[in-house]
């Protein structure tokens, strides 16, 4: 079955350093990946997307890599701050029935940066 | 410019209750999605719209029907509440398809089945 998976367990870190977070997927063969922050109460703000012929992304601070063999995507955020505390999900297109593609989200990691 | 909008915010019902979840947005996309969000489930797409007037059928989709007569608006019913269908539900919308396009969320609706 398809599955996508990120770390369950929150990620703690110290401000300055760099957090990396991992996305793994089975069974599927995403064009595109998909980062978005998620604040307590809020919903989910988009961050960056890369695309399956795309090794690497950036934006500011932060860094994607997809590599469609291993079937994973790494996140990146360097010089980390405690205001990048939030939960991070990944997500992959799908296609449906429909013939319309939608997106399935992993289950998220909390990112915990302490000052 | 407002982005994504939810009505209402919070809402308790009892079992077999009815209620409809507004969501509007003001940047002319065309998709719209609805979601729910549980603990250790994360986001799970229950409809979506591809366009005024066309619905279909997410992940979750029992339970729950979805209507889209204007551009802007697209409404989530519950016909007869049941208490596993307490809940966090997001709204959201993309210009395209969402494998090229970025989807904008709502802020949520957090409801509660007793």
């Known amino acids: 079955s398809q599955k996508i998976e990120q770390n369950s367990e929150a990620l703690n870190i110290q401000e300055g350093k760099t957090a990396t977070l991992t996305c793994n997927y089975t069974?599927?063969?995403?064009?595109?990946l998909q980062w978005y922050r998620q604040d307590p109460g809020r919903g989910p703000v988009f961050l960056l997307l890369?695309?399956?012929?795309?090794k690497e992304k950036r934006k500011e601070r932060l860094k994607v890599t997809f590599d469609t063999t291993l079937k994973q995507s790494l996140f990146h955020i360097t010089a980390s701050q405690p205001a990048d505390s939030a939960t991070y999900l990944c997500?992959?297109?799908?296609?449906?029935?429909?013939?319309?593609?939608?997106?399935?989200f992993g289950k998220g990691t909390m990112l915990l940066v302490s000052p | 410019n407002a982005g994504v909008t939810q009505t209402p915010k919070f809402r308790v019902l009892k079992t077999g209750q009815s209620m409809t979840l507004l969501c509007a947005q003001d940047?002319?996309?065309?998709?719209m999605y609805w979601y729910r969000q549980d603990p250790g489930m994360g986001l799970r797409l229950i409809h979506y719209?591809?366009?005024?007037?066309?619905?279909a059928k997410g992940e979750v989709p029992d339970g729950y029907n979805v209507s889209r007569l204007k551009k802007q608006n697209f409404l989530l019913g519950l016909e007869s509440a049941a208490p596993s269908q307490t809940s966090v539900y997001f709204c959201?919308?993309?210009?395209?398809?969402?494998?090229?396009?970025?989807?904008?969320f709502g802020p949520g609706t957090r409801l509660t089945v007793l």
């Open positions: 959201a919308s993309s210009r395209g398809t969402s494998a090229v396009r970025e989807q904008f």
């Open positions: 069974n599927y063969s995403p064009a595109y």
């Open positions: 890369i695309r399956e012929n795309e």
């Open positions: 997500a992959l297109d799908i296609r449906r029935n429909s013939g319309y593609s939608t997106l399935t």
């Open positions: 940047m002319n996309h065309e998709y």
């Open positions: 719209s591809v366009g005024e007037g066309t619905t």
